[in-house]
């Protein structure tokens, strides 16, 4: 029943760790972790046990290691014998378990968090008929005239704050000016990466 809860504490510090550092819940403390997780250990020790964690899921997370990457890491860590802080076979195995769990969300919180600007977030677009008697046609136009139009929204924010939407309506010779741009954008892309 020991090692049961051995490793339902080292999965709550994992948790505890991943929620603080990555997921933004500043109410997770090293203090209220181990309060709830490991009440016998001393400060010292407790100390030492989470900053050993906190280091070893900062080193995957940074190297964002895929599976065959993480085992490798893991088996090196646990050959360390003695003072120099090798892993115990429950504490690799809390850490595989750990990080197939987290890992998608731990890398997008390491983008967010690199980000100095806002990201686009969503785009939709449509292309809308506009007739003359529905854009306010005056006098002398023709009723059965009419101009397509694509009508284009961004999502713009910032990770953490609500988006903001942009409405842009395009002509067809808008559309044609930023196909053109694109074109020469991707030509200049080409062009570098072919250089190098």
């Known amino acids: 029943m020991a090692d049961a809860d051995t490793v339902k504490a080292l999965n709550g510090l994992l948790n505890g760790i991943a929620q603080k550092v990555y997921y933004n819940k500043l109410e997770i403390t090293e203090e209220l972790l181990k309060n709830e997780l490991y009440p016998d250990l001393s400060q010292d020790e407790f100390h030492a046990l989470h900053e050993k964690m906190r280091g070893l899921v900062k080193s995957i997370a940074t190297a964002d290691m895929d599976q065959a990457q993480l085992e490798a890491f893991l088996t090196a860590q646990t050959r360390k014998q003695g003072a120099s802080g090798g892993l115990t076979p429950e504490q690799s195995s809390a850490l595989s378990r ?6 998608g969300r731990v890398r997008e919180s390491l ?3 690199s980000r100095w600007e806002p990201a686009l ?3 939709s677009w449509r292309v809308d008929v506009q007739t003359a008697s529905s854009s306010g046609s005056q006098q002398g ?10 009508l284009v929204e961004m999502e713009i924010g910032r990770q953490g704050e609500e988006s903001n939407f942009v409405c ?6 808008k559309v044609n000016h930023v196909l053109k741009r694109m074109a020469e954008i991707q030509e200049s892309i080409d062009n570098i990466v072919h250089k190098t």
């Open 111 to 113: 983008i967010g968090q």
């Open 98 to 103: 750990f990080w197939k769990g987290h890992r």
């Open 121 to 123: 977030r969503g785009l």
């Open 168 to 173: 842009v309506e395009l002509d067809e010779a």
């Open 141 to 150: 136009e023709s009723s059965s005239s009419s101009a397509a139009v694509a």
